[in-house]
């Protein structure tokens, strides 16, 4: 089966074993980012990042004194593969992983960090699901600009992964979808996303935002659709 997904996806990826099993995986975005300059930030007790995307643009700009600094710091990040980045970057683990139920996680983040100051790292048109405008303690960098395509094509494919609302707008604003074809969306918010832009098509939400629960909700469909 040929099955599309709304981001580049690595070679260590678990999602390129469905190449091996035969499938065709085509990965490309609808948005491009644009890293902004990082001169000063302040200084708070949490970091919360938004995505991967604002983690690379975040630590590309650090050197690694201040790489050091950071790891000291407590962190919370969104999904399991933003944790494994992080790891990755500054051998840390992840203080707290949100998956994709923003309700109950924003509840447990605002519980845990409760009277401490927190920067969160963002996209300029991020939906600041963890902040709160109100509370003095948090603050915010916003680090990389992610806009739209112009004229995005979407390619013919089986199965369409849908990574974000933002990514969903950019494919489907201008593009119609074969019929037939299943819908997974990764969170709430890209599935509402969805079911305005294709309220005909099947669409199937993954709760969990890491590559291992994708891989596993792509294999069921796979399955039913044989």
């Keep these: 089966m040929i099955i599309f997904i709304s981001r580049s996806v690595e070679v260590s990826s678990p999602l390129r074993n469905l190449e091996n099993q ?27 990042f938004y995505s991967q995307n604002g983690i690379k643009c975040f630590f590309d700009q650090l050197d690694e004194d201040q790489k ?12 399991k593969a933003s944790a494994a980045l992080i790891k990755r970057l500054i051998d840390k683990n992840a203080d707290f992983i949100a998956s994709s139920d923003a309700q109950d996680d924003s509840t447990n983040f605002e519980f845990v960090t409760r009277e401490q100051s ?43 992964i849908f990574t974000s609302p933002l990514n969903s707008e950019a494919y489907l604003s201008s593009n119609s979808l074969p019929e037939g074809a299943d819908l997974l969306a990764i969170g709430p918010s890209t599935a509402k996303m969805l079911e305005q832009f294709s309220p005909k098509h099947k669409i199937w939400l993954c709760h969990s935002p890491d590559e291992i629960s994708l891989y596993d909700l792509i294999l069921k469909v796979i399955a039913l659709k044989r």
């Design 22 to 48: 035969g499938h065709r995986l085509i990965d490309q975005s609808g948005l491009v980012i644009t890293p902004l300059p990082l001169s000063s930030f302040i200084d708070t007790e949490w970091l919360f």
């Design 118 to 160: 927190i920067l969160f790292v963002a996209a300029a048109n991020s939906k600041r699901r963890f902040q709160n405008p109100g509370n003095k303690l948090h603050h915010e960098l916003i680090i990389y600009q992610n806009e739209i395509l112009p004229e995005t094509q979407l390619p013919k494919a089986d199965i369409y």
């Design 68 to 79: 050091s600094k950071i790891s000291k710091k407590r962190i919370g990040v969104m999904g």
